[in-house]
């Protein structure tokens, strides 16, 4: 049954106790959020002067924002309305905080500067598309939010009342074990907002949060929002076409026109104001598609738009009054206290939490990726399908003097398969985990340092058992030494191939996201593939293109694991045919520019490699966020 406007009031007992859940937890374990009863807090937005420009292409810079003037406040719902293009979502973006590249104006909140990484703790953003983990279910996805936010510390019991408290808001208890992919569009929304609420924060920023979702749905999700408005938070959504139903919901509007704000300010009062200046709004007339209507006049440059404007622009540029000042001073005191309890506050990111959040994160993937099919599953059916057929098609060859480039050829399919085997999956999840990161760190949930060291833990495992299936498979049923150190190494650099194939993946994965991800890794790995010494032996390349050589990871791998079968002094081979020209083993070595007992210094090499895509991989983690930002 759709909740009416009028029975949201009898609902408001579930948004007390989420207030409830939050504030009972003792001050000192809220490292993360200041402590605060949401009806005593009295938050006025007001930004002024604002502009915001984009890069339309590398040469040309465009004004996205121009002169955006308005205010919001809390216990109240805004909508940020305009025609398609018009700039809500960059609104919604500069606003939030999460826009600060090519911003400019001034943002205050009661009058004082907005501090941005204050303001980040004490808001949150739901995107138009909020990445979340598909493969955890409702419950698990709320309690890996509170864990991220709330510290170690706290009690289980405050956590699961905190979940509880959610789901019974949003009406999400049915959907408790469900997994995320399986949801509902309107559940998906509504569990998005539970995972901001965890902290209970006294600023929402939601863009479009009805979007794709039947009139029904819609109006389920704003009725929950105007909900928590009614609970003492500051709401703001970018809301296309509202319904009168919907538009009854709301409290405030902005209504925005080719980058500027043509009005902000209470609902009750934005009609009367358009008709000030000209436009008339007709009986029983949604509100929302006739200041839509006149919104989209803007671009005929007509003369009552641009005075709505400047008259937007004059009372909103006007310093508050004595009783606006009265009724937030009691808040701006509250906001100076978090800013002075700065180090508990900013403790969010420090050493203890750093941990707290890695386990977190860790365990979180482990799960994920333990239901994901393709990351664990497949992956190792495949090693061992894979191994199988290399070990038919090479039966016993490891030990034939006659049969040595064949063994190379195996070996390299080896390094090849354990190396893409590795790659293309951690493309796919990387890309996918990234959104999620991106999202997360952005509303302050934990460091880059604490995702980026839980990545490479939560990933290792799968590293080691796929190569290990494999060459274990391969390395008997092809008849290489029966000699425990030479498997050794063969196992270590197999282990190597695949950590290197697997940080290839991240990096690619995590910077360019998934399709340009999937063509970049193969086209840049073939290259460095001519120069592993396999298809033209190292002595035979120009002398100016050596240094490539030195630089590819092929070449070391496969030196590696030839050193290994035919090096250290391994007693001559056995011959079957007539004649066979690489009985010796150092013969072949040789041949190949391969002699010397150097695996150690192949091995190195391939940890250096190990350690520069380390560094990639974080890069491309900054880089991520330099670009959201
Ligand atoms: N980074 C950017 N660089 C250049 N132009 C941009 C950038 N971001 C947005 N724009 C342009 O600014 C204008 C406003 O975009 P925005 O996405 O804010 O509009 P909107 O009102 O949310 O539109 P819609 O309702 O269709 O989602 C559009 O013309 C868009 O092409």
């Known amino acids: 049954m759709i909740e009416n406007i009028e029975n949201v009031s009898s609902n408001d007992h579930k948004t007390d106790l989420l207030n409830d859940a939050i504030i009972s937890i003792p001050n000192t374990t809220m490292a993360n959020v200041p402590k605060f009863n949401l009806q005593d807090l009295h938050l006025n937005y007001h930004f002024v002067n604002v502009n915001y420009s984009g890069k339309q292409n590398p040469s040309k810079t465009v004004e996205i924002l121009k002169d955006v003037y308005g205010q919001f406040n809390s216990g109240q719902l805004t909508a940020i309305l305009g025609p398609s293009g018009a700039g809500k979502t960059s609104l919604m973006n500069v606003l939030s905080g999460f826009k600060t590249i090519g911003v400019t104006g001034t943002v205050q909140i009661n009058g004082q ?215 937030v001073n009691e808040t701006t005191d509250l906001l100076t206290k978090i800013k002075l309890d700065e180090p508990a506050v900013t403790s969010q990111f420090s050493e203890t939490n750093f941990w707290h959040h890695f386990v977190v994160l860790v365990n979180r993937s482990v799960l994920s990726m333990s239901r994901n099919m393709m990351a664990v599953q497949l992956r190792v059916i495949s090693h061992v399908i894979v191994a199988i057929l290399l070990g038919i098609v090479f039966w016993q060859i490891g030990d034939d003097g006659g049969k040595v480039l064949s063994n190379v050829s195996c070996i390299f399919f080896v390094v090849l398969f354990v190396f893409f085997g590795n790659a293309m999956p951690s493309i796919f999840l990387s890309s996918e985990d990234t959104e999620v990161f991106i999202r997360e760190h952005l509303n302050a949930y934990y460091s880059k340092k604490a995702y980026y060291m839980a990545k490479i833990v939560a990933d290792l495992p799968v590293q080691f058992i796929c190569p290990t299936i494999l060459l274990t498979i391969v390395y008997f049923m092809t008849g290489q030494p029966c000699d425990i150190g030479r498997f050794v190494m063969c196992w270590g650099i197999s282990l190597l191939s695949a950590i290197i194939g697997h940080f290839m993946g991240l990096v690619f994965g995590s910077a360019f996201g998934l399709q340009i991800g999937i063509y970049l890794v193969p086209a840049v790995t073939i290259p460095i593939m001519i120069f592993s010494g396999f298809f033209i032996r190292i002595h035979e390349v120009a002398d100016v293109l050596r240094p490539l050589c030195d630089l590819s990871f092929f070449r070391y791998t496969m030196e590696a694991f030839l050193r290994a079968l035919y090096a250290y002094e391994r007693p001559f081979l056995k011959c079957t045919d007539k004649f066979c020209y690489y009985k010796n083993p150092s013969k072949f070595l040789n041949d190949y520019g391969m002699s010397g007992n150097f695996y150690g210094i192949d091995f190195c090499a391939l940890l250096l490699w190990i350690a520069v895509l380390n560094v990639l991989f974080f890069i491309s983690l900054l880089w991520r966020v330099k670009k959201a930002q």
Request: net charge neutral; with cysteine; charged share 25%.
């Open 113 to 327: 500067e907005r501090h941005l990484h204050e303001f980040r703790k004490m808001s949150a953003y739901i995107p138009q598309k909020f990445a979340m983990l598909d493969l955890l279910t409702v419950q698990e996805t709320l309690k890996v939010s509170v864990d991220l936010k709330l510290p170690k510390i706290q009690k289980t019991l405050e956590k699961e009342k905190i979940i509880d408290a959610i789901l019974e808001l949003l009406n999400l208890e049915n959907s408790r074990k469900t997994l995320v992919r399986n949801l509902s569009g309107g559940e998906r929304k509504r569990l998005s907002i539970g995972i901001e609420l965890v902290t209970n924060p006294p600023i929402m920023f939601f863009d479009e949060p009805t979007s794709g979702l039947d009139s029904v749905a819609s109006l389920q999700i704003m009725t929950h929002l105007r909900r928590l408005a009614q609970g003492g938070r500051m709401i703001v959504c970018v809301v296309h076409q509202p319904s009168s139903k919907l538009m009854r919901l709301f409290d405030n509007v902005l209504v925005m026109a080719g980058g500027e704000v043509l009005y902000s300010g209470l609902q009750e009062e934005m009609i009367e104001r358009f008709e000030e200046f000209g436009f008339q709004c007709p009986q029983y007339y949604n509100p929302a598609d006739f200041v839509l209507e006149v919104a989209s006049e803007r671009s005929h440059n007509c003369k009552n738009i641009v005075k709505l404007i400047e008259q937007n622009k004059s009372i909103h540029s006007l310093p508050r009054s004595e009783g606006a000042i009265d009724q």
